[in-house]
Protein backbone atom coordinates (compact mmCIF):
# COMPACT_ATOMS: atom_id res chain seq x y z
CA UNK A 1 0.00 0.00 0.00
CA UNK A 2 1.27 3.57 -0.28
CA UNK A 3 0.51 4.83 2.75
CA UNK A 4 1.80 1.89 5.14
CA UNK A 5 1.23 3.47 8.10
CA UNK A 6 -1.95 5.17 7.13
CA UNK A 7 -4.73 2.85 9.63
CA UNK A 8 -2.42 4.35 12.81
CA UNK A 9 -2.24 7.61 11.69
CA UNK A 10 -5.77 8.70 10.25
CA UNK A 11 -8.90 8.49 12.13
CA UNK A 12 -11.72 7.05 10.23
CA UNK A 13 -13.77 10.16 8.57
CA UNK A 14 -17.29 8.78 6.83
CA UNK A 15 -19.41 11.12 4.08
CA UNK A 16 -22.02 13.49 6.09
CA UNK A 17 -25.73 14.50 6.03
CA UNK A 18 -27.54 17.40 5.26
CA UNK A 19 -29.25 18.70 8.45
CA UNK A 20 -33.04 16.76 8.55
CA UNK A 21 -34.94 19.84 8.62
CA UNK A 22 -33.57 20.44 5.32
CA UNK A 23 -33.51 16.95 4.06
CA UNK A 24 -37.22 16.29 4.83
CA UNK A 25 -38.17 19.22 2.44
CA UNK A 26 -37.53 16.93 -0.72
CA UNK A 27 -36.36 13.97 -2.09
CA UNK A 28 -33.22 14.36 -2.89
CA UNK A 29 -29.56 12.61 -2.23
CA UNK A 30 -28.28 14.35 0.92
CA UNK A 31 -25.01 12.97 1.53
CA UNK A 32 -22.33 15.39 1.33
CA UNK A 33 -19.35 13.50 -0.62
CA UNK A 34 -15.52 13.51 0.97
CA UNK A 35 -14.01 14.88 -1.75
CA UNK A 36 -11.02 14.12 -3.34
CA UNK A 37 -8.60 15.01 -0.34
CA UNK A 38 -11.07 13.66 1.78
CA UNK A 39 -11.57 10.03 0.40
CA UNK A 40 -7.69 9.44 -0.39
CA UNK A 41 -6.88 9.94 3.14
CA UNK A 42 -9.57 6.99 3.60
CA UNK A 43 -8.34 5.12 1.42
CA UNK A 44 -4.65 5.26 2.79
CA UNK A 45 -6.63 3.96 6.11
CA UNK A 46 -6.71 0.23 3.81
CA UNK A 47 -3.62 -1.61 5.75
CA UNK A 48 -2.61 -3.93 3.57
CA UNK A 49 -3.45 -6.97 5.80
CA UNK A 50 -2.08 -9.95 4.88
CA UNK A 51 -5.60 -11.72 4.07
CA UNK A 52 -8.47 -9.21 2.83
CA UNK A 53 -11.51 -10.57 4.35
CA UNK A 54 -13.34 -7.33 2.59
CA UNK A 55 -12.81 -9.58 -0.73
CA UNK A 56 -15.18 -12.37 1.21
CA UNK A 57 -17.53 -9.58 2.61
CA UNK A 58 -18.21 -8.46 -1.21
CA UNK A 59 -20.64 -10.93 -2.90
CA UNK A 60 -19.06 -9.39 -6.28
CA UNK A 61 -15.87 -9.88 -4.59
CA UNK A 62 -14.43 -6.46 -5.57
CA UNK A 63 -10.65 -6.34 -4.97
CA UNK A 64 -10.88 -3.20 -2.67
CA UNK A 65 -7.45 -2.97 -1.29
CA UNK A 66 -6.18 -2.50 -5.02
CA UNK A 67 -8.54 0.47 -5.68
CA UNK A 68 -8.14 1.82 -2.30
CA UNK A 69 -4.51 2.02 -3.29
CA UNK A 70 -4.49 3.45 -6.50
CA UNK A 71 -7.35 6.59 -5.04
CA UNK A 72 -4.45 6.77 -2.30
CA UNK A 73 -1.87 7.25 -5.17
CA UNK A 74 -4.29 9.44 -7.11
CA UNK A 75 -5.04 7.19 -9.99
CA UNK A 76 -8.51 7.44 -10.36
CA UNK A 77 -9.29 6.45 -13.65
CA UNK A 78 -7.30 2.90 -12.88
CA UNK A 79 -9.44 2.74 -9.58
CA UNK A 80 -12.14 2.85 -11.58
CA UNK A 81 -11.05 0.24 -14.25
CA UNK A 82 -10.24 -2.13 -11.62
CA UNK A 83 -13.84 -1.45 -9.77
CA UNK A 84 -15.57 -1.94 -13.30
CA UNK A 85 -13.65 -5.02 -13.61
CA UNK A 86 -16.09 -6.49 -11.05
CA UNK A 87 -18.85 -4.57 -10.82
CA UNK A 88 -21.51 -2.99 -13.29
CA UNK A 89 -22.79 -0.18 -11.17
CA UNK A 90 -20.38 0.84 -8.56
CA UNK A 91 -22.72 3.89 -8.57
CA UNK A 92 -25.87 1.50 -7.15
CA UNK A 93 -23.72 -0.13 -4.62
CA UNK A 94 -22.00 2.51 -2.95
CA UNK A 95 -25.49 4.28 -2.74
CA UNK A 96 -27.73 1.39 -1.20
CA UNK A 97 -25.22 -1.80 -0.63
CA UNK A 98 -25.20 -2.12 3.23
CA UNK A 99 -21.64 -2.47 2.53
CA UNK A 100 -20.91 -6.12 4.28
CA UNK A 101 -17.27 -5.75 3.30
CA UNK A 102 -16.98 -3.34 5.84
CA UNK A 103 -18.25 -5.64 8.77
CA UNK A 104 -15.40 -7.61 7.14
CA UNK A 105 -13.03 -5.77 7.39
CA UNK A 106 -9.43 -6.13 9.81
CA UNK A 107 -10.21 -2.58 10.89
CA UNK A 108 -13.55 -3.25 12.02
CA UNK A 109 -12.07 -5.58 14.87
CA UNK A 110 -11.44 -1.82 16.91
CA UNK A 111 -15.01 -0.80 14.62
CA UNK A 112 -13.08 1.93 12.72
CA UNK A 113 -13.37 -0.25 9.36
CA UNK A 114 -12.12 1.24 5.95
CA UNK A 115 -14.56 3.29 4.13
CA UNK A 116 -15.00 1.18 1.70
CA UNK A 117 -18.27 1.89 0.53
CA UNK A 118 -17.88 6.06 0.47
CA UNK A 119 -14.47 5.71 -1.69
CA UNK A 120 -16.44 3.29 -3.87
CA UNK A 121 -18.62 5.85 -5.00
CA UNK A 122 -16.70 8.57 -4.86
CA UNK A 123 -14.31 6.57 -7.67
CA UNK A 124 -17.72 5.99 -10.00
CA UNK A 125 -18.79 9.68 -9.38
CA UNK A 126 -15.64 10.84 -10.27
CA UNK A 127 -15.54 8.81 -13.24
CA UNK A 128 -18.89 9.92 -14.54
CA UNK A 129 -17.99 13.66 -14.00
CA UNK A 130 -14.65 13.17 -16.13
CA UNK A 131 -16.68 11.62 -18.88
CA UNK A 132 -14.50 8.44 -18.67
CA UNK A 133 -17.47 6.15 -18.45
CA UNK A 134 -18.85 5.45 -21.95
CA UNK A 135 -20.46 2.87 -23.85
CA UNK A 136 -18.10 -0.23 -24.57
CA UNK A 137 -19.29 -1.88 -27.89
CA UNK A 138 -18.34 -5.08 -29.45
CA UNK A 139 -17.67 -4.56 -33.16
CA UNK A 140 -17.67 -8.88 -33.14
CA UNK A 141 -21.23 -9.51 -33.07
CA UNK A 142 -22.22 -13.88 -32.30
CA UNK A 143 -25.47 -13.79 -34.37
CA UNK A 144 -27.20 -15.10 -31.01
CA UNK A 145 -30.48 -13.64 -29.76
CA UNK A 146 -30.88 -13.65 -25.89
CA UNK A 147 -33.97 -12.53 -23.96
CA UNK A 148 -33.41 -11.04 -20.20
CA UNK A 149 -36.96 -10.72 -18.52
CA UNK A 150 -36.51 -8.16 -15.51
CA UNK A 151 -34.72 -5.19 -15.11
CA UNK A 152 -33.59 -4.97 -11.88
CA UNK A 153 -30.09 -5.21 -10.83
CA UNK A 154 -29.98 -8.68 -11.73
CA UNK A 155 -31.47 -8.25 -15.32
CA UNK A 156 -29.09 -4.74 -16.07
CA UNK A 157 -25.91 -6.87 -15.38
CA UNK A 158 -26.94 -10.12 -16.96
CA UNK A 159 -28.01 -7.98 -20.29
CA UNK A 160 -24.56 -5.79 -20.26
CA UNK A 161 -22.40 -8.30 -19.83
CA UNK A 162 -24.34 -10.41 -22.94
CA UNK A 163 -24.21 -7.55 -24.66
CA UNK A 164 -20.38 -7.01 -24.46
CA UNK A 165 -20.13 -10.47 -25.35
CA UNK A 166 -21.34 -9.56 -28.75
CA UNK A 167 -25.04 -11.08 -28.38
CA UNK A 168 -28.36 -9.72 -29.36
CA UNK A 169 -29.87 -8.77 -26.10
CA UNK A 170 -33.24 -7.79 -25.93
CA UNK A 171 -34.48 -6.57 -21.97
CA UNK A 172 -37.91 -7.00 -21.05
CA UNK A 173 -39.52 -4.99 -18.54
CA UNK A 174 -43.25 -4.73 -17.11
CA UNK A 175 -43.30 -1.25 -15.22
CA UNK A 176 -42.76 1.75 -17.92
CA UNK A 177 -38.86 2.46 -16.98
CA UNK A 178 -35.89 0.22 -16.01
CA UNK A 179 -34.80 -0.70 -12.85
CA UNK A 180 -37.45 -3.00 -10.99
CA UNK A 181 -36.90 -2.30 -7.15
CA UNK A 182 -33.88 -0.44 -7.49
CA UNK A 183 -36.70 2.57 -8.90
CA UNK A 184 -39.68 1.71 -7.79
CA UNK A 185 -39.02 0.80 -4.08
CA UNK A 186 -35.99 2.49 -3.01
CA UNK A 187 -36.72 5.87 -2.53
CA UNK A 188 -34.78 8.95 -4.38
CA UNK A 189 -33.17 10.69 -1.56
CA UNK A 190 -31.77 7.25 -1.65
CA UNK A 191 -30.62 7.15 -4.39
CA UNK A 192 -32.04 9.38 -7.50
CA UNK A 193 -33.15 7.48 -10.30
CA UNK A 194 -30.57 9.66 -13.12
CA UNK A 195 -27.91 6.82 -11.63
CA UNK A 196 -30.36 4.35 -13.07
CA UNK A 197 -31.00 6.57 -16.63
CA UNK A 198 -27.48 7.19 -17.66
CA UNK A 199 -26.54 3.40 -17.60
CA UNK A 200 -29.94 2.39 -19.35
CA UNK A 201 -28.60 4.75 -22.10
CA UNK A 202 -24.99 3.49 -21.49
CA UNK A 203 -26.53 0.18 -22.68
CA UNK A 204 -28.51 0.78 -25.25
CA UNK A 205 -25.81 2.24 -26.98
CA UNK A 206 -24.23 -0.98 -26.22
CA UNK A 207 -26.53 -2.61 -28.63
CA UNK A 208 -29.34 -3.39 -25.71
CA UNK A 209 -32.73 -3.60 -26.70
CA UNK A 210 -35.13 -2.44 -23.98
CA UNK A 211 -38.24 -3.44 -24.15
CA UNK A 212 -40.40 -1.53 -21.18
CA UNK A 213 -44.50 -1.57 -20.34
CA UNK A 214 -44.36 -5.11 -21.69
CA UNK A 215 -45.27 -7.92 -18.99
CA UNK A 216 -43.84 -11.14 -20.04
CA UNK A 217 -46.12 -13.96 -19.04
CA UNK A 218 -49.21 -11.46 -19.97
CA UNK A 219 -48.48 -9.01 -22.79
CA UNK A 220 -46.36 -12.03 -24.61
CA UNK A 221 -46.11 -15.42 -23.52
CA UNK A 222 -42.88 -17.03 -22.06
CA UNK A 223 -43.31 -19.82 -24.18
CA UNK A 224 -42.88 -17.37 -27.54
CA UNK A 225 -39.98 -15.60 -26.34
CA UNK A 226 -38.11 -19.46 -25.76
CA UNK A 227 -39.10 -19.96 -29.44
CA UNK A 228 -37.78 -16.88 -30.85
CA UNK A 229 -34.85 -16.55 -28.66
CA UNK A 230 -31.52 -18.82 -28.37
CA UNK A 231 -31.53 -18.36 -24.53
CA UNK A 232 -33.83 -16.73 -22.29
CA UNK A 233 -32.78 -15.52 -18.60
CA UNK A 234 -35.45 -14.87 -15.79
CA UNK A 235 -34.50 -12.27 -13.71
CA UNK A 236 -37.75 -10.80 -12.66
CA UNK A 237 -37.29 -10.41 -9.04
CA UNK A 238 -38.99 -12.06 -5.72
CA UNK A 239 -41.87 -9.42 -5.62
CA UNK A 240 -44.39 -11.51 -3.67
CA UNK A 241 -44.49 -9.75 -0.38
CA UNK A 242 -45.24 -11.44 2.64
CA UNK A 243 -48.40 -10.71 4.83
CA UNK A 244 -50.30 -10.26 7.84
CA UNK A 245 -53.81 -12.59 7.58
CA UNK A 246 -55.59 -10.98 10.94
CA UNK A 247 -58.97 -9.83 11.89
CA UNK A 248 -59.37 -6.37 10.58
CA UNK A 249 -56.57 -6.55 7.64
CA UNK A 250 -59.55 -6.19 5.26
CA UNK A 251 -60.20 -2.45 6.84
CA UNK A 252 -59.08 0.76 4.66
CA UNK A 253 -55.52 2.33 5.34
CA UNK A 254 -53.45 -1.08 5.29
CA UNK A 255 -51.29 -1.27 2.68
CA UNK A 256 -48.07 -2.78 1.41
CA UNK A 257 -45.06 -1.22 1.54
CA UNK A 258 -44.39 -1.78 -2.36
CA UNK A 259 -47.98 -0.33 -2.83
CA UNK A 260 -46.92 2.83 -0.71
CA UNK A 261 -43.13 3.18 -1.82
CA UNK A 262 -43.48 3.05 -5.95
CA UNK A 263 -46.27 5.79 -6.07
CA UNK A 264 -44.20 8.13 -4.22
CA UNK A 265 -40.91 7.30 -6.82
CA UNK A 266 -43.72 8.25 -9.90
CA UNK A 267 -45.12 11.03 -8.27
CA UNK A 268 -41.05 12.41 -8.59
CA UNK A 269 -40.18 11.43 -11.62
CA UNK A 270 -43.61 12.66 -13.14
CA UNK A 271 -44.50 8.99 -14.13
CA UNK A 272 -48.32 8.16 -13.88
CA UNK A 273 -50.33 5.82 -11.52
CA UNK A 274 -53.68 4.75 -11.76
CA UNK A 275 -53.88 3.57 -8.37
CA UNK A 276 -55.61 5.45 -5.49
CA UNK A 277 -53.13 7.96 -3.20
CA UNK A 278 -51.32 6.71 -0.38
CA UNK A 279 -50.48 9.49 1.46
CA UNK A 280 -49.21 9.88 5.21
CA UNK A 281 -49.68 13.78 5.41
CA UNK A 282 -51.29 14.27 8.91
CA UNK A 283 -51.68 11.14 9.74
CA UNK A 284 -50.44 8.27 12.73
CA UNK A 285 -48.51 6.11 10.58
CA UNK A 286 -47.43 2.60 11.73
CA UNK A 287 -44.97 0.33 9.67
CA UNK A 288 -44.84 -3.48 10.58
CA UNK A 289 -41.30 -4.57 9.95
CA UNK A 290 -37.88 -3.59 10.93
CA UNK A 291 -36.04 -3.78 7.88
CA UNK A 292 -34.26 -1.46 4.95
CA UNK A 293 -38.11 -1.12 3.30
CA UNK A 294 -39.76 -0.41 6.81
CA UNK A 295 -36.76 2.31 7.14
CA UNK A 296 -37.50 3.80 3.83
CA UNK A 297 -41.27 3.97 4.66
CA UNK A 298 -40.52 5.53 7.44
CA UNK A 299 -38.39 8.43 5.45
CA UNK A 300 -41.18 9.19 2.68
CA UNK A 301 -43.89 9.15 5.35
CA UNK A 302 -41.86 12.24 7.16
CA UNK A 303 -41.66 13.37 4.02
CA UNK A 304 -44.93 12.88 3.65
CA UNK A 305 -45.44 15.38 6.59
CA UNK A 306 -46.88 12.40 8.80
CA UNK A 307 -48.21 13.11 12.43
CA UNK A 308 -46.37 10.73 14.07
CA UNK A 309 -44.56 7.56 12.84
CA UNK A 310 -44.15 4.21 14.98
CA UNK A 311 -41.97 1.16 13.50
CA UNK A 312 -42.73 -2.02 15.34
CA UNK A 313 -40.72 -5.68 14.65
CA UNK A 314 -41.99 -8.96 16.08
CA UNK A 315 -38.21 -10.00 16.94
CA UNK A 316 -36.44 -9.14 20.09
CA UNK A 317 -34.52 -6.02 19.82
CA UNK A 318 -30.85 -6.88 18.81
CA UNK A 319 -27.56 -5.46 20.72
CA UNK A 320 -26.41 -2.20 20.16
CA UNK A 321 -22.61 -4.25 19.42
CA UNK A 322 -21.73 -7.56 18.46
CA UNK A 323 -19.13 -9.82 19.84
CA UNK A 324 -16.13 -9.41 17.53
CA UNK A 325 -14.87 -12.71 18.84
CA UNK A 326 -17.89 -14.46 18.28
CA UNK A 327 -18.94 -13.31 14.67
CA UNK A 328 -15.98 -11.52 12.84
CA UNK A 329 -16.00 -11.43 9.67
CA UNK A 330 -19.09 -12.24 9.10
CA UNK A 331 -21.88 -9.74 8.57
CA UNK A 332 -23.09 -9.52 12.35
CA UNK A 333 -27.14 -9.14 13.98
CA UNK A 334 -26.97 -5.72 16.12
CA UNK A 335 -29.01 -2.87 15.98
CA UNK A 336 -28.97 -0.92 12.90
CA UNK A 337 -29.98 3.31 12.80
CA UNK A 338 -30.36 4.83 9.25
CA UNK A 339 -30.88 7.90 8.34
CA UNK A 340 -34.33 7.95 8.13
CA UNK A 341 -34.94 6.45 11.71
CA UNK A 342 -32.90 9.59 12.49
CA UNK A 343 -35.24 12.05 10.94
CA UNK A 344 -37.88 11.02 13.82
CA UNK A 345 -39.39 7.47 14.48
CA UNK A 346 -41.05 5.32 17.58
CA UNK A 347 -39.59 1.74 17.61
CA UNK A 348 -40.86 -1.08 19.44
CA UNK A 349 -39.23 -4.78 19.20
CA UNK A 350 -41.04 -7.73 20.43
CA UNK A 351 -44.04 -6.63 19.45
CA UNK A 352 -47.09 -9.34 17.90
CA UNK A 353 -49.93 -7.52 15.81
CA UNK A 354 -53.20 -9.33 17.63
CA UNK A 355 -55.66 -7.45 15.49
CA UNK A 356 -56.40 -4.50 13.57
CA UNK A 357 -59.22 -2.30 14.57
CA UNK A 358 -61.66 0.25 12.28
CA UNK A 359 -64.26 2.42 12.10
CA UNK A 360 -66.92 2.99 9.23
CA UNK A 361 -64.38 0.43 7.21
CA UNK A 362 -61.02 2.82 8.12
CA UNK A 363 -58.21 1.50 10.42
CA UNK A 364 -58.24 3.21 13.72
CA UNK A 365 -55.44 1.39 15.90
CA UNK A 366 -53.40 -2.10 16.24
CA UNK A 367 -53.97 -4.07 19.44
CA UNK A 368 -50.61 -5.61 20.28
CA UNK A 369 -48.79 -7.78 22.64
CA UNK A 370 -44.95 -8.11 23.66
CA UNK A 371 -43.81 -11.65 21.58
CA UNK A 372 -42.27 -14.34 23.31
CA UNK A 373 -39.19 -16.20 21.81
CA UNK A 374 -41.73 -18.39 19.69
CA UNK A 375 -43.50 -15.22 18.22
CA UNK A 376 -46.71 -15.31 20.09
CA UNK A 377 -48.46 -13.01 22.27
CA UNK A 378 -47.74 -13.01 26.04
CA UNK A 379 -51.30 -12.92 28.16
CA UNK A 380 -51.58 -10.18 30.15
CA UNK A 381 -49.22 -7.90 27.69
CA UNK A 382 -51.60 -6.35 25.60
CA UNK A 383 -52.12 -2.43 24.41
CA UNK A 384 -52.80 -0.24 21.68
CA UNK A 385 -51.12 1.38 19.31
CA UNK A 386 -53.17 4.35 16.84
CA UNK A 387 -52.69 3.95 13.67
CA UNK A 388 -54.07 6.00 10.57
CA UNK A 389 -51.66 4.04 7.83
CA UNK A 390 -50.53 0.88 8.40
CA UNK A 391 -47.38 -0.66 6.25
CA UNK A 392 -46.74 -3.67 5.88
CA UNK A 393 -42.66 -4.30 5.69
CA UNK A 394 -42.21 -7.49 6.73
CA UNK A 395 -39.99 -8.99 3.46
CA UNK A 396 -40.98 -11.25 0.40
CA UNK A 397 -41.79 -14.63 0.32
CA UNK A 398 -40.55 -15.13 -3.55
CA UNK A 399 -41.42 -14.42 -6.65
CA UNK A 400 -44.50 -13.90 -8.32
CA UNK A 401 -45.71 -17.12 -9.61
CA UNK A 402 -48.67 -16.44 -11.36
CA UNK A 403 -48.04 -15.33 -14.98
CA UNK A 404 -44.84 -15.97 -16.29
CA UNK A 405 -43.30 -18.39 -13.83
CA UNK A 406 -45.77 -20.90 -14.10
CA UNK A 407 -46.19 -20.63 -17.70
CA UNK A 408 -42.43 -21.32 -18.16
CA UNK A 409 -43.15 -24.48 -16.45
CA UNK A 410 -39.52 -24.58 -14.85
CA UNK A 411 -39.36 -26.20 -11.42
CA UNK A 412 -39.08 -24.30 -8.34
CA UNK A 413 -37.23 -25.36 -4.67
CA UNK A 414 -39.22 -25.25 -1.52
CA UNK A 415 -39.05 -21.75 -0.59
CA UNK A 416 -41.38 -20.83 -4.38
CA UNK A 417 -38.05 -19.59 -6.18
CA UNK A 418 -37.21 -20.78 -9.47
CA UNK A 419 -34.54 -23.31 -9.14
CA UNK A 420 -31.56 -23.02 -10.91
CA UNK A 421 -28.02 -23.95 -9.83
CA UNK A 422 -25.72 -21.70 -8.51
CA UNK A 423 -22.88 -22.32 -10.86
CA UNK A 424 -24.83 -22.96 -14.64
CA UNK A 425 -27.99 -20.79 -13.43
CA UNK A 426 -29.65 -23.50 -16.09
CA UNK A 427 -33.48 -24.23 -14.88
CA UNK A 428 -35.06 -27.27 -15.25
CA UNK A 429 -36.04 -26.15 -19.14
CA UNK A 430 -33.78 -26.34 -22.05
CA UNK A 431 -33.05 -22.63 -22.94
CA UNK A 432 -33.90 -20.80 -19.92
CA UNK A 433 -31.74 -19.70 -17.07
CA UNK A 434 -32.43 -17.71 -13.93
CA UNK A 435 -30.49 -15.26 -11.94
CA UNK A 436 -31.06 -12.89 -9.00
CA UNK A 437 -34.02 -12.99 -6.45
CA UNK A 438 -36.09 -14.48 -8.60
CA UNK A 439 -33.60 -17.48 -8.38
CA UNK A 440 -31.84 -16.91 -4.70
CA UNK A 441 -34.89 -15.44 -3.00
CA UNK A 442 -35.39 -11.60 -1.26
CA UNK A 443 -31.53 -10.16 -1.35
CA UNK A 444 -28.93 -7.39 -1.87
CA UNK A 445 -28.55 -5.46 -5.10
CA UNK A 446 -24.53 -6.04 -5.04
CA UNK A 447 -26.02 -10.21 -4.65
CA UNK A 448 -27.86 -9.34 -8.23
CA UNK A 449 -25.13 -7.88 -10.00
CA UNK A 450 -23.50 -10.73 -9.07
CA UNK A 451 -25.80 -13.72 -10.02
CA UNK A 452 -26.66 -11.40 -13.46
CA UNK A 453 -22.93 -10.95 -14.14
CA UNK A 454 -22.17 -15.02 -13.39
CA UNK A 455 -25.67 -16.08 -15.45
CA UNK A 456 -24.60 -14.05 -18.13
CA UNK A 457 -21.10 -15.47 -18.24
CA UNK A 458 -22.81 -18.95 -18.26
CA UNK A 459 -25.44 -18.38 -20.89
CA UNK A 460 -22.15 -17.48 -23.17
CA UNK A 461 -20.45 -20.05 -22.41
CA UNK A 462 -23.80 -22.54 -23.33
CA UNK A 463 -24.40 -20.46 -26.66
CA UNK A 464 -20.55 -20.82 -27.55
CA UNK A 465 -18.94 -23.18 -26.47
CA UNK A 466 -16.57 -21.04 -24.18
CA UNK A 467 -16.88 -17.88 -22.97
CA UNK A 468 -14.34 -14.30 -21.53
CA UNK A 469 -16.63 -13.05 -19.39
CA UNK A 470 -15.29 -13.07 -16.00
CA UNK A 471 -16.50 -15.26 -13.39
Not at 386 to 397: N, R, T
Request: net charge neutral.
Amino acid sequence: MGKITGFLELERVDRDYLPVEERLKNYNEFVIPLGDKGTRDQAARCMDCGVPYCHNGCPVNNQIPDWNDLVYKGEWLKALKNLHSTNNFPEFTGRICPAPCEASCTLNIPDTPVNIKSIECAIVDKGWEEGWITPQVNPDKTGKRVAVIGSGPAGMACAQQLARAGHDVHLYEKNLKVGGLMRYGIPDFKMEKRHIDRRVAQMQAEGVTVHAGVHVGYDVAIADLVEQYDAVALAGGAEKPRDLPIPGRELDGIHFAMEFLPQQNRRVSDEPFNARPILATGKHVVVIGGGDTGSDCIGTSNRHGAASVTQIEIMPMPPEKENKALVWPNWPLKLRTSSSHEEGVSRDFAVATIAFEGKDGKVTALNCARADEKFQPIPGTEFQLKADLVLLAMGFVGPVQDGMVKAAGVDLDRRGNVLADMVRYKTSKEKIFSCGDMRRGQSLVVWAIREGRQCARSIDEWLMGKTDLPR
